[in-house]
């Protein structure tokens, strides 16, 4: 074999620097080779026969961890040094030597740029216009190092030019780090930027901060100096988290009065974002309709009176529903979900609550103190009473109140102020006070007459009825009503049918039993209840019998949803997924879009805009399914499930209680 030594002679080509260097070489690998060899005869575990065949071994593969590391560290060495440079980058004074192969293998911008028939390829200067000098050696140095600094007085800079120069890495660091500087004085300037950069990112989380504090956003310099079409954005978001519509009618006149003459031009399309309808007819007197800034613009004036009208012909709001009669997530209340059964032996006693706004679930009240099945539910004074219903063993007459404060926020209004210090000054004091607090405690009521389960229950003109139900021995047609000024239960006028598993709901003034069983089988009669007449008549009946039927009321209308035809000997058949809807101007039903499943046994209640439905039985299994029924669009909507199957439960909204401080 010929030696490395008799290489080195036969190449005169070689340089003397590069023959030095081979040589040195050499004798370490010759060193390194006796050694081995001197190991190889004193190891008595290594054996040799000159007889024996050679034997095959198996392929040996080598890699180097570091070696990727290290090649890096060695060019960084020559961008450091000055050395092998074929490249200079030219920002504004600035001009930067690199490699174009490290710039090429780091950024796909310098990849495209280096790669193609583009003209930069095969110059030696590269001038890039309008990015910032420091931000560029900073991101040159990362191609070589795969580090760097960030800083809160730079890094929008660093990420805008790491977004031109196609360095995703950077720009998810980037926005890491902003996502955590997020504050009410700045959120909105972030979200500006990372709409500019189309960092996807960024701009949802920047925009979810904004709606879950927008209260304090707008106490804010950054509010009052965004441009009209970034105000139109916010004001027609159905995500801010806000109690009432009044409050965004003050945070556009807010930033409205910073510059009157100017803005005033844009307020005709940016009223149009507020949801007058749903602002009460006392604040659209004394602070809007009085205001002479709305006198002189006739689209102002228009919608003003769309608004009064909307209070004025309640009977008419079906058919004056519009975008800004829908109202946004946070001002619709809260859902609640209360007793029923489910897969454990002993039933849940908690009492959940479901926030629209978040599409969660979470358990934040106090539970009940025990067991109850097929009860009743009701909200008087935005307060949850628990009415009759079984515990088990026996029919309970008790009624339990969840009494204290749901979600109860703490709001300061800045009342139309043409000094923006004192509008500033009262939203810092917002941003120190408000909070959500909940407390609830149950509380025993006077009881009913009678024992029921299976029983309706409604609010209806401030009373509470309790409607039809079992005793534990027969069906009843009997109706208690509670008071709650006297606090007391009397009778009202029976029902023509006897009913249980019913639903009951109150609609234009009038109480309606709607279905059920009595005894024999389930019913599709339906019956109307007058107070002022104390009379109970029959109205149109439903197509289909229905026992544990649930029913609600939107829009003027009364819904019927699922339930089963079952005998009760056969508790496993097939439960309806169809939905019937009573017009009480026409006294008829009419079929709409069906459920996606079909329950009986189901939480229903009106929550905003939708009709919810929460759990039920489908005959085999109990359900946590969630979906509510849009009927402007005859469409349905699923949404985050129970956190566990739950059937016979009853569900009530409680609206948020608003404290205002002028």
């Not at 600035?94 to 796909?108: G, Q, Y």
């Not at 079409?229 to 009618?249: C, Q, R, T």
């Not at 629209?356 to 009473?385: C, E, H």
Request: contains cysteine; glycine residues 6%.
């Amino acid at each position: 074999m010929v030696s490395m030594e008799q290489r080195l002679e036969s190449s005169a080509t070689f340089p003397m620097w590069l023959s030095s260097s081979l040589k040195s070489r050499e004798k370490t690998h010759n060193h390194s080779v006796t050694s081995g060899l001197s190991k190889l005869s004193i190891d008595p575990q290594v054996t040799s026969s000159p007889s024996s065949s050679p034997t095959t071994s198996p392929e040996e593969h080598f890699k180097h961890e570091n070696h990727s590391q290290l090649i890096l560290s060695k060019m960084n060495q020559y961008y450091l040094n000055g050395k092998l440079k074929d490249v200079i980058l030219i920002a504004g004074e600035r001009r930067l030597e690199a490699h174009r192969i490290v710039l090429s293998a780091a950024s796909d911008y310098f990849d495209a740029m280096f790669t193609n028939d583009f003209g930069e390829a095969n110059q030696n200067e590269i001038e890039l216009q309008g990015v910032d000098p420091d931000a560029l050696e900073t991101l040159v140095c990362y191609c070589y190092t795969g580090a760097v600094e960030l800083e809160e007085d730079t890094v929008e800079c660093l990420m805008a030019t790491a977004c031109l120069l196609q360095l995703p890495e950077v720009v998810e660091a980037c926005s890491t780090f902003l996502i955590r500087q997020l504050h009410p004085s700045n959120c909105l300037g972030i979200r500006l930027f990372a709409d500019s950069q189309s960092c996807t990112r960024l701009l949802q989380v920047a925009h979810d901060y904004t709606a879950n504090h927008f209260i304090e956003v707008i106490g804010c310099q950054e509010f009052i100096l965004l441009p009209a079409d970034e105000i139109a954005k916010l004001l027609a978001s159905d995500d801010l988290n806000v109690p009432n519509e009044e409050l965004m009618f003050q945070a556009l006149m807010l930033w409205l009065r910073h510059d009157l003459p100017e803005r005033k031009k844009e307020l005709p399309h940016l009223l149009s974002l507020i949801k007058l309808p749903l602002i009460s007819p006392g604040f659209i007197a004394d602070h809007i309709e009085s205001n002479v800034i709305f006198r002189e613009d006739r689209v102002c004036q228009e919608l003003i009176v769309e608004a009064l009208k909307y209070h004025l012909l309640p009977e008419r709001r079906s058919t004056l529903q519009s975008q800004r009669t829908r109202p946004r997530k946070s001002t619709v209340g809260s859902l609640y979900i209360v007793g029923g059964m489910d897969a454990s032996t002993k039933g849940p006693t908690s009492v959940d609550k479901f926030c629209l706004r978040t599409n969660s679930w979470s358990s934040p009240t106090a539970s009940m103190t025990g067991r109850r099945l097929q009860f009743g539910v009701a909200v008087v004074d935005n307060k949850i009473y628990v009415v009759g219903g079984r515990d088990g063993l026996k029919t309970l007459s008790t009624v339990r109140g969840m009494l204290g404060s749901m979600d109860q926020r703490l709001v300061i209004f800045v009342y139309l102020s043409s000094e923006i210090s004192r509008c500033e000054k009262k939203l810092k004091t917002l941003n120190a006070n408000i909070h959500s607090i909940f407390y609830a405690v149950w509380s025993s009521m006077p009881p009913m007459a009678t024992h029921r389960h299976g029983l309706g229950v409604a609010s209806l003109e401030g009373p509470l009825y309790a409607v039809g139900g079992h005793d534990g021995w027969s069906y009843l047609n009997s109706v208690e009503r509670w008071d709650p000024v006297t606090r007391q239960w009397s009778f009202v006028a029976p029902m023509n049918s006897q009913r249980s598993t019913v639903g009951v709901a109150a609609l234009n003034g009038k109480l309606y039993a709607v279905g059920g069983r009595d005894g024999s089988s389930c019913l599709r009669t339906v019956e109307c209840y007058d107070p002022h007449t104390n009379r109970w008549t029959l109205v149109a009946p439903m197509s289909k019998r229905r026992g544990g039927v649930g029913v609600a009321v939107a829009h003027g209308f009364l819904y019927a949803f699922g339930g089963h035809d079952a005998p009760a000997s056969n508790p496993s058949a097939a439960r309806f997924d169809c939905v019937e809807r009573y017009d009480p101007l026409s006294d008829s039903w009419m079929i709409v879009t069906s459920m996606k499943n079909g329950r009986d046994a189901m939480g229903v209640a009106f929550m905003g805009d939708r009709l919810f439905i929460v759990g039920g039985f489908d005959g085999q299994a109990y359900l946590n399914f969630v979906e509510a029924y849009d009927p402007l669009t005859n469409l349905w909507q699923q949404f985050a499930p129970l956190p566990s199957g739950r059937a016979g439960a009853c569900i009530a909204v409680v609206r948020d209680t608003v404290l205002p401080i002028v």
